[in-house]
């Protein structure tokens, strides 16, 4: 199955830019979604196919993705940022649905 | 607005059976495809299901297989989850989610838990 590697924490200072990575075999051939969840909460949609912003989100969150490694990119941190991030991809050869270990963004 | 509500949550023991119900509104409930994702206390997102607006098309995870049905009722624009054989591991909060990937909109979920 395929498996997505996630750091498990990131520190970044407000203002700062925060970058969040996300491993996969050949990840580049695939569609890469970012999901943000604050703490009690549900998750909420911040990057979709890559690098699209959905209506509502802040211009500071971008992504890419390339080769073996996809990124989501905060360009100036705000404390109201601090939560744990994942990212997650459909698996074509099993129809599944993959989503990364999570990483936890905190704002020093 | 979107919103979707989720109910049927509640404290069994191993090998019990329970069903999670999934009210949907505020968009195209019969067009579009449904998940199921749910979060162990304390650790990340786990992909349980989905199934096609016309549910013609469905997936588990391997850890679920053979033990949870999905289901949906567009008429009542609902969502469900039929659970069998439950196990500890099983305990998590359940969301319901619009779409399966991605995943565009997620309701509060409803936490189950399996204890003996």
């Known amino acids: 199955s395929y498996v997505l590697t996630q750091p498990s924490s990131v520190s970044v200072a407000p203002g700062k830019p925060a970058r969040i990575t996300c491993g996969g075999n050949?990840?580049?051939?695939?569609?890469v979604h970012w999901y943000q969840q604050k703490a009690g909460q549900a998750p909420v949609l911040v990057i979709s196919?890559?690098?699209d912003r959905p209506s509502g989100i802040p211009e500071r969150f971008s992504g890419s993705n390339s080769g073996n490694t996809a990124t989501l990119t905060i360009s100036r941190v705000e404390v109201e940022d601090e939560a744990d991030y994942y990212c997650?991809?459909?698996?074509?050869?099993?129809?599944?649905?993959?989503f990364g270990g999570g990483t936890k963004l905190t704002v020093l | 607005q979107l919103q979707l509500v989720e109910s049927g949550g509640g404290s069994v023991k191993p090998g019990e059976s329970l069903t999670l119900s999934c009210e949907a509104s505020?968009?195209?409930?019969?067009?579009?495809?449904m998940s199921w994702i749910r979060q162990a206390p304390g650790k990340g997102l786990e992909w349980v299901s989905y199934?096609?607006?016309?549910?013609?098309?469905?997936y588990y995870a391997e850890s679920v297989k053979g033990r949870f049905t999905i289901s949906r009722d567009n008429a009542k624009r609902s969502l469900f989850l039929q659970m069998n054989s439950l196990r500890a591991e099983d305990s998590a909060i359940y969301f319901c989610?619009?779409?399966?990937?991605?995943?565009?909109?997620w309701g509060q979920g409803t936490l189950v838990t399996v204890s003996s």
């Open positions: 505020g968009f195209s409930f019969v067009d579009s495809y």
């Open positions: 989610a619009k779409d399966h990937s991605p995943v565009a909109f």
């Open positions: 997650q991809v459909w698996d074509g050869s099993s129809d599944h649905v993959v």
């Open positions: 199934i096609s607006n016309t549910d013609n098309v469905i």
């Open positions: 050949r990840i580049g051939s695939k569609s």
């Open positions: 196919y890559d690098s």
